[in-house]
């Protein structure tokens, strides 16, 4: 049985069209599921009792389930359990521009990035486009407030689940439901360069963010395990093609390893990789774990490198920390608990 926020707006009225009803009960129904928040096809009053129970028996209704809630500075830390056990996690930030929620697209991840929880566990399998939204809804019934922003950058490769993050993309930013602008919306890939062809090909504003994390490949393959399928060299004319091909901005997530790719040496080279390129740096200070021997970078080492980056004409920022009272790091609820 398909859980009913699997549905786009457009599958529904093609659904509603074929049991002989009206498309705009696909309006309704998305209005009750993300206007309203119903939580039972009953509830929706607007509608004869006999098309409310056909869609009980013909829909799940079912939602994740909210395990733990870590409270921090700003940060709430959630891990979820899904209808078959498995556990996925997300990340709340309050920012003074809005509310964002960092999302997992998958029980696992098979990228094994060498500083990265997530990689630690494998993965299971692709969350369903349901379990993605739901995350959200989940989220904002906890809170009583409206998340403005979303980045899928949590548990997972988005684009090595496209169709369901596509899937959960356009659910969200339909205005019958969630509402949420794709402009405020951000897919972080580790450089899945397949994904990134069909990406650039899609319709909307959606951001594309780059995990780059090292400017050279040698560095990067070690850090990296996808950039020996994918270079830098090929990495770069894809993203270059994106931008030409959409106008818009890339960002590079950068992490900042201590003496591993924080020197000026590292600053200069990802200075030549980046410049003249429609896109900014953003640096990261590392979330430390108990499990890798990864330490944050010193902020004054983070500042030079800044420094270096801005002075060179690289749009850069430094992301503000949430994560210091809460397992922060991404997965690292997740791999507590397993």
């Known amino acids: 049985m398909r859980n009913i926020y699997d549905l786009t707006l457009e599958e529904l009225e093609q659904y509603f069209l074929q049991i002989g009803e009206k498309a705009f009960r696909a309006s309704q129904l998305y209005e009750g599921l993300y206007k309203k928040r119903f939580s039972s ?27 733990v809630k870590q409270k921090g500075d700003n940060v709430n830390k959630y891990l979820f359990e899904l209808e078959d056990g498995n556990k996925i996690e997300s990340v709340l930030m309050f920012h003074n521009y809005g509310i964002s929620i960092c999302v997992s697209s998958q029980v696992g991840c098979n990228m094994t990035c060498a500083f990265c929880e997530s990689g630690r566990l494998k993965k299971v399998r692709d ?22 922003h979303v980045v899928v950058m949590g548990i997972g490769e988005p684009f090595d689940n496209y169709d369901n993050v596509m899937r959960f993309i356009k659910i969200i930013n339909c205005n019958k439901g969630i509402d949420i602008g794709s402009r405020h919306i951000t897919i972080s ?95 990261i200070p590392y979330n430390e774990t108990e499990n890798t021997s990864f330490k944050r970078t010193k902020e004054w080492k983070i500042l030079k490198f800044y420094d270096i980056l801005k002075s060179n004409k690289i749009n850069v920022t430094i992301r503000k920390e949430f994560g210091g009272s809460v397992d922060a790091a991404c997965g690292q609820l997740r791999a507590k608990t397993e």
């Open 189 to 283: 890939t580790c450089g899945v360069i397949p994904g990134i062809k069909k990406f650039m090909n899609e319709k909307g504003q959606v951001n594309l963010a780059i995990s780059l994390h090292a400017p050279n490949d040698t560095l990067r393959s070690k850090l990296m395990p996808i950039n020996r399928a994918y270079k830098l060299d090929e990495l770069m004319k894809t993203i270059n093609e994106y931008i030409r091909k959409t106008n818009r901005r890339v960002t590079f997530e950068y992490i900042m390893l201590e003496g591993i790719n924080d020197s000026e040496k590292e600053a200069n080279e990802l200075i030549n990789l980046l410049k003249g390129m429609n896109c900014y740096v953003n640096l």
């Open 127 to 148: 969350l369903l486009a349901y379990e993605i939204v739901q995350q959200i809804l989940t989220i904002e019934q906890d809170i009583q407030k409206r998340i403005t």
């Open 41 to 67: 096809f009953y509830e929706m009053t607007n509608i004869s009792k006999d098309l409310r129970e056909k869609l009980t028996n013909t829909f799940s209704f079912y939602h994740i389930k909210l395990l």
